[in-house]
């Protein structure tokens, strides 16, 4: 494998902005570039200027397929790099995938193995769009390989994702005469500590269901009595949407007049067991999301692994330090490569 020309593909990549809903330019450019390293490549538009690309050296539908998204989340930047790393969006998550993965497909294909392609998709950091329109209109592989930046250890199983949002509606008025009026800040607060607290949620990723408060509101000016506060709940799930649902109801117990618990259950959002891995390998546990549930297929063989650390991924630079954007360590990246490699031997044997 030509590890320079990977890290060369990796700045490239990085160089051009696929922010999801802007994907497009970089299909364009891959369906320009492929062909030179031996690809036959096909687009296929999901929405208008949404563009899912499939290539493959044969003309055969790929019996092994690699997988990974287009799309970044925003904004872009880079590239940048230094003796070990490469600085910029998409970094890991997951220009330095596909690259790694290119140079493992095509080192296979000139060793004569046969029956490979690579899908890329649009839209896996927002609705999975391209994966469900993939699954839809494609052929299910024999092999798939899910490529997500998991420091090259084998994920054997993948959290669920469910969200609410808890609202609660009370009387504003002026904040020196509280006993007059009725805060629903004062509502939502104690219910929200009642779930906070619940025994059953876990504090570490690797301990089961999680759930993260965000974007809390209440009211609109510092000097009123809140007449409307909300607070959204995202949980990453270790168990059935359904249990959660019901355990969280139970830890919250009867709501206060004027509070209400709304539920945002995604297609495909409970946990995915039995993803394989490689048993001479080191495996773990995806706590975050990815394409792989909402492909639809029933592959024999399914593997979620890449190069790459979840923690790098989404970061922003701040000061100018690139080191606290995202970034890919260069020799990650060659073992994620002769990773990939081992993996199609090993399939195709």
């Not at 009370?170 to 607290?197: Q, T």
């Not at 949620?201 to 993260?212: D, F």
């Not at 989404?314 to 002769?338: F, L, T, Y």
Request: proline share 5%.
């Amino acid at each position: 494998m030509d590890f320079d020309r990977m890290r060369r593909w990796t700045r490239e990549l990085i160089a051009i902005d696929s922010v999801t809903g802007r994907e497009a330019q970089l299909a364009l450019w891959l369906e320009r570039e492929l062909p030179a390293r031996g690809w036959t490549v096909e687009l296929d538009q999901v929405s208008p200027g949404r563009l899912n690309l499939l290539a493959r050296f044969d003309a055969a539908p790929p019996s092994l397929l690699f997988n990974t998204h287009l799309d970044t989340v925003p904004e872009a930047y880079g590239p940048d790099e230094d003796s070990v790393r490469l600085y910029g969006r998409g970094a890991c998550d997951t220009k330095g995938i596909l690259a790694a993965m290119l140079e493992a497909l095509e080192d296979a294909r000139n060793a004569g193995r046969q029956g490979l392609g690579l899908l890329l998709v649009v839209g896996e950091e927002r609705d999975h769009s391209g994966a469900i329109h993939a699954g839809r209109t494609l052929p299910t592989p024999a092999t798939l390989v899910v490529g997500e930046p998991t420091e090259n250890v084998f994920l054997k199983s993948q959290k669920g994702l469910l969200s609410a949002q808890l609202c609660a509606a009370g009387i504003e008025g002026h904040s020196g005469y509280p006993e007059n009026f009725d805060s629903a800040v004062d509502k939502l607060l104690p219910v929200l500590e009642r779930l906070r607290r619940a025994s059953w949620l876990a504090q570490h990723s690797a301990a089961g269901t999680t759930v993260n408060f965000a974007m809390l509101e209440g009211g609109n000016a510092f000097n009123k009595v809140a007449g409307a506060a909300s607070a959204h709940m995202l949980f990453r799930l270790a168990e059935p949407a359904v249990e959660v649902i019901r355990r969280t109801e139970e830890s919250l117990g009867l709501l206060p007049d004027g509070v209400h618990l709304e539920w945002y259950r995604a297609e495909s959002s409970d946990p995915v067991d039995g993803i394989d891995v490689l048993p001479d390998h080191p495996c773990g546990v995806a706590a975050f999301g990815t394409d792989l549930p909402y492909f639809d297929w029933s592959p024999q063989r399914k593997f979620l692994v890449g190069p790459g650390s979840i923690q790098q991924a989404h970061r922003d630079v701040v000061g100018g330090d690139r080191q606290r954007g995202e970034w890919i360590d260069k020799n990650a990246q060659e073992d994620g490569a002769r990773l990939y490699r081992e993996l199609i031997e090993r399939c195709c044997r």
